[in-house]
Nanobody, 119 residues
Framework: QVRLVESGGGLAQPGGSLRLSCAASGRLLSIYAGGWYRQSPGKQRELVASITSGGTTNYGDSAKGRFTISRDNAENTVSLQMNNLKPEDTAVYYC?????????????WGQGTQVTVSS
């Protein structure tokens, strides 16, 4: 059984930083890609950042230059370092693991963690 649990969300001031972490309760194979998505009321869920099993990263335009995604396969975690936060970053952030290769189509989502950026 695999369950993803996000942590690190909360309240930050504009220009501040937060670090989100997503821990898998079970051991995931290294062939799973990790990612962070976010969604605010009335808006579609959007990609923030993703990272492949090989460490290749991809960022949404709003995250480039400010956010950094990383993974620790030994610890079964994927993290998102968010710097220079802006009010428009306010959203519920979800982590996701996506199967690759023989596990393609096997996806897992976290429950979401609230990030609020306000002065």
């Amino acid at each position: 059984q695999v369950r993803l649990v996000e942590s690190g969300g909360g309240l930050a001031q504009p220009g501040g930083s937060l670090r989100l972490s997503c821990a898998a309760s079970g051991r995931l194979l290294s062939i799973y890609a990790g990612g962070w998505y976010r969604q605010s009321p009335g808006k579609q869920r959007e990609l923030v950042a993703s990272i492949t099993s090989g460490g290749t990263t991809n960022y949404g335009d709003s995250a480039k230059g400010r956010f950094t995604i990383s993974r620790d396969n030994a610890e079964n975690t994927v993290s998102l370092q968010m710097n220079n936060l802006k009010p428009e970053d306010t959203a519920v952030y979800y982590c996701k693991y996506s199967g690759m290769g023989p596990k393609r189509g096997d996806d897992y989502w976290g429950q979401g963690t609230q990030v609020t950026v306000s002065s």
